[in-house]
């Protein structure tokens, strides 16, 4: 059973809403919902959910506008849950700050999985400070330096900064185009086959198997997730 964790579902489909209510019911969960994009952003105002699932084709005003909004001031995991199943939508909403995307139609299985890793994500974020640890690898953003099962890796800065933003934002799914910026800048927009090499080299450093990694996850076409 889990506690204390309020969804607010973003969804103009009645079937969709009541779905998810009794899913997320049974699973512990207290559930708030909105069926456009301006109920959805006063309720997450009111109530700061601890995560929104929000749907893109709402009837007042597009899903992705609003995601920008809400990303003015709301810092809980926001999970996308849309019939838009293109690349480009995902990659947009990605860009403009969704820590997850899953098309309809879903499992329920498998969207109770996201939320659990989304909501654990944020909720240890929120009490780390110099020290990052997940699974085997650890960081020391203080330091610079960072282990994998207690023994110290050899990286350069920029394979530092890259498993650094990955180790961040464990499980969520980070484009192509943001690893870029954040870690070269913008100039290096579309240098992806830049990013491919070093993710390569990284994976030979951290990964108990390189050919088969389970640490850093390609997702094709779109960008990479930090797994465990």
Do not use: C
């Given at each position: 059973?889990?506690?204390?964790?309020?969804?607010?579902?973003?969804?103009?489909?009645?079937?969709?809403?009541?779905?998810?209510?009794?899913?997320?019911?049974?699973?512990?969960?207290?559930?708030?919902?909105?069926?456009?994009?301006?109920?959805?952003?006063?309720?997450?105002?009111?109530?700061?959910?601890?995560?929104?699932?929000?749907?893109?084709?709402?009837?007042?005003?597009?899903?992705?506008?609003?995601?920008?909004?809400?990303?003015?001031?709301?810092?809980?995991?926001?999970?996308?849950?849309?019939?838009?199943?293109?690349?480009?939508?995902?990659v947009k909403a990605l860009?403009?700050?969704?820590?997850?995307?899953?098309?309809?139609?879903?499992?329920?299985?498998?969207?109770?999985?996201?939320?659990?890793?989304?909501?654990?994500?944020?909720?240890?974020?929120?009490?780390?400070?110099?020290?990052?640890?997940?699974?085997?690898?650890?960081?020391?953003?203080?330091?610079?330096?960072?282990?994998?099962?207690?023994?110290?890796?050899?990286?350069?800065?920029?394979?530092?900064?890259?498993?650094?933003?990955?180790?961040?934002?464990?499980?969520?799914?980070?484009?192509?185009?943001?690893?870029?910026?954040?870690?070269?800048?913008?100039?290096?927009?579309?240098?992806?086959?830049?990013?491919?090499?070093?993710v390569a080299q990284l994976?030979?450093?951290?990964?108990?198997?390189?050919?088969?990694?389970?640490?850093?996850?390609?997702?094709?076409?779109?960008?990479?997730?930090?797994?465990?």
């Amino acid at each position: 059973m889990t506690t204390g964790n309020n969804i607010l579902i973003i969804d103009d489909e009645v079937q969709i809403r009541r779905l998810l209510e009794i899913t997320l019911n049974l699973n512990g969960y207290k559930v708030t919902e909105a069926s456009t994009a301006r109920e959805g952003i006063l309720s997450a105002a009111s109530n700061n959910p601890s995560l929104i699932i929000l749907d893109l084709g709402l009837p007042d005003e597009d899903g992705l506008i609003a995601l920008k909004k809400l990303r003015e001031w709301y810092m809980n995991p926001v999970i996308v849950l849309s019939v838009r199943n293109s690349e480009d939508d995902i990659v947009k909403a990605l860009d403009n700050g969704a820590n997850d995307y899953l098309t309809k139609p879903f499992r329920t299985g498998e969207l109770l999985a996201r939320i659990r890793t989304s909501l654990r994500l944020s909720q240890s974020s929120e009490k780390a400070d110099f020290q990052l640890t997940l699974g085997s690898i650890s960081l020391d953003l203080a330091g610079h330096t960072a282990k994998k099962n207690d023994i110290m890796l050899k990286l350069t800065s920029t394979e530092y900064s890259l498993l650094a933003i990955l180790v961040k934002n464990a499980g969520r799914v980070l484009t192509h185009q943001y690893l870029l910026r954040e870690v070269w800048g913008h100039g290096y927009l579309n240098q992806t086959q830049y990013l491919r090499v070093f993710v390569a080299q990284l994976r030979k450093k951290i990964e108990d198997d390189h050919s088969h990694p389970v640490l850093i996850i390609t997702e094709p076409g779109i960008g990479y997730r930090f797994g465990e």
